[in-house]
């Protein structure tokens, strides 16, 4: 056989073909993520959810509101870290993916670092 001269036809279809490799690719990839993910919520991350929940509470109960002499609420720590009640209340009952934006406003309205939200040492 004679080599011959890549035309443009040629050319657009090795281009082509290069594209759908990488979509192809692409795709595998994100199922195989999105099985690891699944297997992630199966195990343990449905445990450390409720784990950083339970962590939250414990820090806003060591807060104590000096006009009521009482532990701050949910909606006081959410005033203080511009937060919804809402999403205090998700994150403290661990059904709630909080964003790393979120925990931070958290961390600086219980005036704790982010490192503090997940050490549970001193429970």
Do not use: H, W
Not at 76 to 104: C, Q
């Amino acid at each position: 056989m004679k080599n011959r001269k890549n035309t443009s036809y040629d050319v657009f279809v090795i281009q082509i073909y290069k594209i759908i490799s990488k979509v192809t690719y692409r795709c595998l990839l994100f199922s195989f993520l999105k099985m690891k993910f699944t297997f992630m919520i199966n195990d343990n991350f449905i445990a450390e959810k409720e784990a950083l929940g339970i962590r939250i509470q414990v820090l806003r109960q060591r807060i104590i509101n000096p006009d009521t002499g009482k532990p701050i609420s949910q909606e006081e720590l959410g005033y203080i870290s511009n937060v919804a009640k809402k999403t205090i209340g998700e994150l403290e009952r661990g059904v709630t993916n909080p964003k790393l934006e979120t925990l931070l406003m958290i961390s600086k309205g219980l005036n704790v670092s982010i490192k503090d939200l997940f050490t549970i040492d001193d429970i």
